[in-house]
Each structure stands twice: as structure tokens, then as C-alpha cells.
């Protein structure tokens, strides 16, 4: 079946240094990729999106990219600040746009 | 900015006991959604809900659980005899339409069975 999966469950980051976080697919038919954002106590928050016919699809201080071939999704934060600290995951939807998450890393910023 | 609630944001009950989680979505949302989470856990998906009735559900989604929109704002789910593993975070989202992207998500409900 489907599986969607990050590499590492935590990652600790320096303030003001960029952060990457991994995700693997397995469902070559997946069409669209999502980033989540979740703080504590709070629901999941869109940050941003990619369709399988890119590669690269840049947002405010955000990133994401896609590699097909190895079905990798990542994540890039471009100068990390404590609000950034959260567990984020990455999502695949379907074609009835059900999500479908992977398990999650916990990103904590260091000052 | 519009959001989607959920009350309550804690729900203690006992074990066999039914529940209702409540959510109102955007209000010119057409597609809602469940979700839960155990604690730890990744998000999974329950149920989607568009034109009154059920477009999808998944294994999680058995006769215990069910879904109704009774009036124009409110999206409830319902869990008829709760049990010890339905402890989780409870999530509503909703969607514009098929040509929106994003699921807006609301705050959760923390489900404690007892």
C-alpha cells in the first residue's frame, strides 16, 4: 500500500541557519505533495505545496523539492527562527483529496 | 481570517460511553473532512464528506463512527460506544472545492477515554 515517511523524527537547529527536512514516498502515483506545519496544540497548518510535474516550488523563506525518480519529498527553511520550531509533515493527496501523512520530525531551534 | 473550530478542545468520557466532536467549517467550504492523531502519532485520515453524504472512508471508520452535517455550519462525528483506543486529537478540515488546494485545519479535539 501507500506509505508516506520522514527520514528523521527530530532535528535540532541552530537560529538563523537553514533547515532541511526529508520525506519518502512510496506511491509512484501520487500527484501532489503537500508540507504541514504543527505546533503544539494546534491543527496541522498548510505551509506549501508541489504537483509531480515540478521539481522546485519556492515560498516565502520556504522551499520544496521533489525528486521523482527516488520519490523524495524535502523541505528547506531558509533562516530558522524560534517560531519555526514545530513538527512538520509532509502529505500526499489523493484524487478525492484525502491526505494521506507521513509520521513526522520535530524540528526545535536553538538560540 | 476565516478558520474552522472545533468544541470541545478536551473531551473526557468513559469507556462505551457515546460522543459528538463538533466543527464548523468555512463557511463557503464544500468538502469537510475527519482526522485523528494518537498522541505521538502521525495524522490519519477518517472520513471525507461532500454533498451530504460520505465520499470516503477508511478502516478506522467502522460502524462506531459516523458523520452528519445537520444544518448549514455544523460538521459532527460521532462515536456511538467509545472505546480505550480512540483516545486521539480529533481534526476537521475543510475545502473550498476541487479547485482549491489546500485542507484548512481546525484546532483539534482531545479525545480522553477513560
Known amino acids: 500500500g501507500e506509505s508516506v515517511g520522514l527520514h528523521l523524527p527530530t532535528l535540532s537547529v541552530q537560529e538563523g541557519d537553514n533547515s532541511i527536512i526529508n520525506c519518502a514516498y512510496s506511491?509512484?502515483?501520487?500527484?501532489?505533495f503537500i508540507w504541514y506545519k504543527q505546533e503544539s496544540g494546534k491543527g496541522p497548518q498548510f505551509i506549501i505545496d508541489?504537483?509531480?510535474?515540478?521539481d522546485k516550488r519556492q515560498g516565502q523563506r520556504v522551499t520544496v523539492l521533489l525528486n521523482k525518480t527516488v520519490k523524495h519529498l524535502s523541505l528547506q527553511i531558509a533562516a530558522t527562527q524560534p517560531g519555526d520550531s514545530a513538527v512538520y509533515f509532509c502529505?500526499?493527496?489523493?484524487?478525492?483529496?484525502?491526505?494521506?501523512f507521513g509520521a513526522g520530525t520535530t524540528v526545535t531551534v536553538r538560540a | 481570517e476565516p478558520e474552522v473550530t472545533q468544541t470541545p478542545s478536551h473531551q473526557v468520557t468513559q469507556m462505551g460511553q457515546e460522543v459528538i466532536l463538533r466543527c464548523v467549517p468555512i463557511?463557503?467550504?464544500?468538502?469537510f473532512y475527519w482526522y485523528r492523531q494518537i498522541l505521538g502519532q502521525k495524522v490519519e485520515f477518517l472520513v471525507s464528506?461532500?454533498?451530504?453524504?460520505?465520499?470516503?472512508k477508511s478502516e478506522i471508520f467502522d460502524d462506531q463512527f459516523s458523520v452528519e452535517r445537520p444544518d448549514g455550519s455544523n460538521f459532527t462525528l460521532k462515536i456511538r460506544s467509545t472505546k480505550l483506543e480512540d483516545s486521539a486529537m480529533y481534526f476537521c478540515?475543510?475545502?473550498?472545492?476541487?479547485?482549491?488546494?489546500?485542507?484548512?485545519f481546525g484546532p483539534g479535539t482531545r479525545l480522553t477515554v477513560l
Open positions: 508541489i504537483r509531480s510535474n515540478m
Open positions: 502529505a500526499e493527496r489523493s484524487n478525492d483529496y484525502k491526505l494521506s
Open positions: 463557511s463557503n467550504h464544500l468538502y
Open positions: 464528506f461532500y454533498n451530504n453524504e460520505i465520499s470516503e
Open positions: 506511491n509512484s502515483a501520487s500527484d501532489y
Open positions: 478540515a475543510s475545502l473550498i472545492g476541487l479547485a482549491g488546494n489546500e485542507q484548512f
